[in-house]
């Protein structure tokens, strides 16, 4: 008996060290690490992605040409098969140019200006003859209360500057934000005509910053517009200095009936595990002003890039691990949700998922939503990404697109956290293009999300 219970004892200990990661996952981590630094896919995947076919608003040509490409990229990398996820997607288009003329009074003169305006993605155009009206200026919603009876037949401009004191900028955006997808209703129901918002940016150039709104169907559908900062600043000191700001706003946008889309999804399958899924992805669609560059081509290609690894290293997973690239993230989350609800029907097991939709920045580290039991866990693989600046581990995180996984089935997930210094420069901007990404700092983001999947397929959580 004794002899036995030692046998339990000492296999017991055996599978508690090997629960443990260790040299040789360091050693593992390094190698993965030195081929996708070395290796040129990934930049002439986001070079194709961004020059060849450019932005990618849901339903758009450019979303085929994209759903198209990703399904080859898959191909590419090894993944042992590739599925398209079929899902009915918002139609939004811009229709036009979108345009904006202010007057106001100097010394006893009418004058006017053009500034830099961008139709606010889902929003319903002013037609061809414009909205005209007087500007009234509010620089919270509470003040647009106070001022309710001052709204009726005038332009609202939301002038909300983001927090400065926020180091982490996506907190200043999480607050702001708010503006831009409920502003033009809560004007809208006090009788404002249209609205303009102070773009989403901390960005010293006059680019505006579009980006999803949405209405409440109990008010009047108006134009809503973001505004290039610089010229946000300069029709603050026309309203400051009471000049008789007016306003004439031209924009075009329309919904049209939903149509398909795809989500792409590359898998290589689990050796011992095969119906438990780990999933990792970045979403393929971008607004229409700009490349999508890092929003979320990085996301894109970092998601392809650890699957190419993977197969070239000869790395079979315990686990299924499913590679996807979500369809419509930025106006409607339609793939995502696709997701989640196709996995939930089939029964399928998902134990994590990750997502990169913060940038192709420096990385940090990762935001994690995970149990308490699982958190402790992870702090012990902290220094395996300390050689590539990934070890930053904060609780709370996730992403639009894995979210609904984690509603529907309580799955665990995870965020990469880049830098986000810059982020806020170029997000739904026409900033966001190819030369504003650095290649080496997109390559650190895909070792940190290889390492983690690989720990995650080899300890669990």
Known sequence: MRKIALSVLLASSLGAVAQQPGTADSVFIRKVANNILVDRTMYSNLHYLTKQIGGRLAGSPQMVMAEKWGEKAMQA?????????????????????????????????????????????????????????????????????????????KIVFYNVPFEETFVETFQAYGKNVKYRGQ??????????????????????????HTGAMGYDTAYPKIPAAAVGLRDVEWLDSLYQKQQGVEAQLFTYGKMLPDTIGHSVIGELTGS??????????????????????????????????????????????????????????????????????????????????????????????FGFTVPDKSWEKIQAWKPLFTPYYGDQFTRGGGGTDIEPLAAAMGTPMAGLRPDSQRYFDIHHSANDVLENVNIREVKLGAINMAALLYLVDQYGL
């Not at 053009?114 to 002013?126: D, H, K, P, Y």
């Not at 502003?183 to 505006?208: F, Q």
């Not at 409607?332 to 192709?360: C, V």
């Open 183 to 208: 502003g033009a209703s809560r004007a809208a129901k006090y009788g404002a005509v249209a609205v303009l918002i102070r773009s989403m940016s901390h960005s010293v150039d006059n680019h505006p």
């Open 77 to 153: 990398a090894g993944a042992d098969k590739v599925e398209l996820q079929e899902c009915m997607v918002p139609h939004w288009v811009r229709g036009g140019k979108d345009k904006a003329i202010v007057s106001f009074s100097d010394k006893g003169k009418r004058l006017s200006k053009n500034i830099e305006v961008l139709a606010l993605g889902n929003s319903l155009g002013s037609g061809a003859k414009g909205v005209k009206a007087p500007v009234i200026e509010v620089h919270s919603f509470d003040e647009l209360e106070q001022q309710k009876n001052n709204i009726k037949g």
């Open 272 to 365: 011992d595990f095969p119906n438990q899924v780990i999933t990792v992805g970045g979403h393929l669609d971008s607004w229409d002003v700009n490349e999508g560059a890092n929003d979320d081509g990085t996301g894109v290609v970092q998601t392809i890039e650890v699957l190419r690894a993977f197969k070239a290293m000869g790395f079979k997973p315990k686990h299924t691990i499913r590679f996807v690239l979500f369809a419509n993230e930025e106006n409607g989350s339609r793939g995502g949700k696709k997701y989640a609800e196709t996995g939930k029907a089939k029964g399928e097991q998902h134990i994590f998922a990750l997502e990169s939709d913060e940038g192709g920045f420096t990385p940090r580290g």
